[in-house]
């Protein structure tokens, strides 16, 4: 009997995909995505020391989140506008070029109200390198857009680890340490991106409408992700930003908490999401996960005055995260037929904005009412991103509309398991 007969039908000899064999270019903008991503959870553990340090309120330390959070989501509606017409290369270092500066403009200064704009101004880099960074891995890596979602959410992962574990070490020195490491760590990264990113190489990008962005929002499927997108950011950002409070330790302490919710995220990122979307439907993985994220919330309310168990809730709340945004990344990839930097674009835009809402509102609240009232408000956020998905059940058939191809199936199993 001969192999193709005896072999399941569909079934070839090709080696099992991994994401580990790519490009030496997109392993440049792999790692500038880790350093990227490090940036968003560096500030966690030195928001004490900031707070100490330039006499500032809790509230005043959370607009670090606010200020990055918020220009990186309004720059983001404009980002495919910006790389259709300078090219991913261009764009890429530009941003990068503004992280160096506003990091180490951040690390210089002398009051809370300084570092909070240097903190908008490297979320405007942050916007034209994220947006045009996920197109990009997602146009050049081998083994197809499943393999290229899973790197760029183990980038993610990793970096959200590694962030707040260097801000401990270097926050427990000085609180100006973290955005110094910042600073070098993406000036090596620009160095790599000019090294082994040809531009010449890429495909020439067609120009943008500015308000095309805008209009992506319009197709129901893209709006419904980026509305679950925007209430599932405010319970991300509550965990994250919020939690160094209650928690009382110091920046060494709440730099290892983060790391292992860090760690939590980028596990379940790389492997357990393709093995559930290998499985189930993607819209059934968000209605599993989103109620689970939502329960955690809830149990991190009602612990928030014992540290060793709002620590249990912050890891667990890591390994729920990791599913959440590797399978809404993927929905995005598939809702529409628009360009990816288009869609990106659209969906991070407002997913960020839900991000910035979400540190000063819970501080208010939990000085104004209860530490609790912090996770009650998150996972209520989360709740209504569950009701987004269930609404949306029609919009969203083309992202799960049957179940995935073989071959799909297989890169995204296979890249899971070879990282």
Not at 170 to 188: C, D, E, H, K, N
Not at 295 to 311: F, K
Not at 333 to 349: H, I
């Amino acid at each position: 009997m001969s192999a193709s007969t005896s072999a399941p039908r569909g079934a070839t000899h090709e080696p099992k995909p991994s994401i580990l064999k790519q490009p030496t270019a997109v392993w440049a903008i792999a790692f500038a995505c880790v350093v990227a991503f490090m940036g968003i959870g560096l500030v966690d553990p030195i928001l004490p020391a900031i707070a100490e340090s330039l006499k500032a309120s809790p509230t005043q330390t959370e607009l670090l989140f606010t200020s990055y959070l918020a220009v990186t989501g309004v720059a983001m509606f404009f980002t495919s506008w910006v790389s259709s017409r300078l090219g991913a290369k261009r764009t890429l270092l530009i941003g990068l070029a503004l992280i160096v500066l506003f990091a180490l403009l951040a690390a210089t200064s002398g009051d809370v109200w300084s570092v909070i704009g240097f903190r908008a101004g490297w979320g405007l880099g942050n916007a034209l390198f994220i947006s045009t960074a996920l197109a990009t891995i997602v146009g050049a890596a081998a083994g197809g857009t499943a393999s290229a979602i899973i790197l760029y959410e183990a980038a993610l992962g990793l970096g959200i680890a590694i962030g707040p574990l260097i801000g401990g070490l270097l926050g427990s020195v000085s609180w100006r340490g973290p955005f110094f490491g910042v600073t070098t760590l993406m000036a090596i990264a620009f160095i790599a991106i000019v090294l082994f990113l040809k531009g010449d190489a890429m495909e020439k990008p067609t120009p943008t409408k500015l308000s095309a962005p805008f209009r992506a929002l319009g197709r129901p499927a893209l709006g419904a992700l980026a509305a679950t997108a925007l209430f599932y950011n405010i319970g991300f950002f509550v965990l994250l930003a919020y939690t160094p409070y209650p928690l009382g330790f110091g920046a060494l302490g709440i730099g290892f908490t983060f790391f292992g919710w860090g760690v939590g995220l980028a596990i379940t990122s790389v492997w357990v999401a393709p093995l559930l979307t290998a499985r189930l439907r993607r819209t059934t993985v968000l209605r599993i996960a989103l109620p689970l994220l939502a329960l955690d919330l809830v149990a991190a309310a009602a612990v928030v005055g014992t540290p060793a168990a709002l620590v249990v809730c912050v890891v667990v709340g890591g390994l729920v995260l990791g599913v959440l945004n590797t399978v809404l990344t993927e929905c995005v990839m598939e809702a529409t037929d628009l360009p990816r930097s288009v869609a990106s674009s659209a969906y991070s835009g407002v997913r960020f904005l839900g991000g910035a809402v979400a540190p000063p509102v819970a501080t208010l609240l939990a000085d104004t009412i209860a530490p609790s009232a912090a996770y009650v408000f998150a996972a209520v956020s989360v709740a209504l991103a569950f009701v987004v998905v269930v609404a949306a059940r029609k919009a969203l058939r083309r992202v799960d509309d049957g179940p995935e191809p073989a071959r799909v199936e297989a890169e995204a199993i296979g890249a899971g398991e070879a990282l």
